[in-house]
T-cell receptor
Framework: DQQVKQNSPSLSVQEGRISILNCDYT??????FLWYKKYPAEGPTFLIS?????DKNEDGRFTVFLNKSAKHLSLHIVPSQPGDSAVYFC??????????FGTGTRLKVLA | DAMVIQNPRYQVTQFGKPVTLSCSQT?????MYWYQQKSSQAPKLLFH???????NEADTPDNFQSRRPNTSFCFLDIRSPGLGDAAMYLC??????????????FGAGTRLSVL
């Protein structure tokens, strides 16, 4: 039973437009969420986080939104750039050192 | 300047032949993790060390063992690799920050093939 789900395996977006990556979770005890970006042949790198006490966190072109009632979070990238093409993972934690990861969404930004 | 280093990047072993994957870190983080990731699947936590305390996940097979001789190094031992153990193995570290709000830093992974 997957507690963190990324239902879109892939997404293509035109350069300059908004990319929206979605993540759903089932465990209401999750209270901290991370997004990671992964390029081929590299490990995942941390992108942005959000605590359950917030509903939005912004860092430059990246914004994460959290809807606790819907158990849904999304990552917005505006404007999208070709260098953003990567696999994006969301991960969730419930007050421990352990994270549950989603299966990832492959983003392709078209020039 | 790599912070979490995994060696080797690619490892080929034979069915049933023990193999060891290594991870080192220059971050001085006290928590180290090992994940298994198969194609198109989520990284799955195998175990983690909090300092010297070993924490095994309930569903991690006994075939998988780990050692952490010091803060900087952590090893993953697969005692008798099966074909189903072919995967990417990711090492990660985190510092003991606010519980549950720690960021994990990953190495580039070791891709294991079992022949």
């Amino acid at each position: 039973d997957q507690q963190v789900k990324q239902n879109s395996p892939s997404l293509s977006v035109q350069e300059g437009r908004i990319s929206i990556l979605n993540c759903d979770y089932t465990n209401s005890m999750f209270d901290y969420f991370l997004w990671y970006k992964k390029y081929p042949a590299e490990g995942p790198t941390f992108l942005i986080s959000i605590s359950s006490i917030k509903d939005k966190n912004e860092d430059g072109r990246f914004t994460v939104f959290l809807n606790k009632s819907a158990k849904h979070l999304s990552l917005h990238i505006v404007p999208s750039q070709p260098g953003d093409s990567a696999v994006y993972f969301c991960a969730a934690s419930s007050g421990t050192y352990k994270y549950i990861f989603g299966t990832g969404t492959r983003l392709k930004v078209l020039a | 300047d790599a912070m979490v280093i995994q060696n080797p990047r690619y490892q080929v072993t034979q069915f049933g032949k023990p193999v060891t994957l290594s991870c080192s870190q220059t971050l001085n983080h006290n928590v180290m993790y090992w994940y298994q990731q198969k194609s198109s699947q989520a990284p799955k936590l195998l175990f983690h060390y909090y300092d010297k305390d070993f924490n095994n996940e309930a569903d991690t097979p006994d075939n998988f063992q780990s050692r952490r001789p010091n803060t900087s190094f952590c090893f993953l031992d697969i005692r008798s690799p099966g074909l189903g153990d072919a995967a990417m193995y990711l090492c990660a570290t985190s510092i003991n920050a606010d519980r549950g709000q720690n960021i994990q830093y990953f190495g580039a992974g070791t891709r294991l093939s079992v022949l």
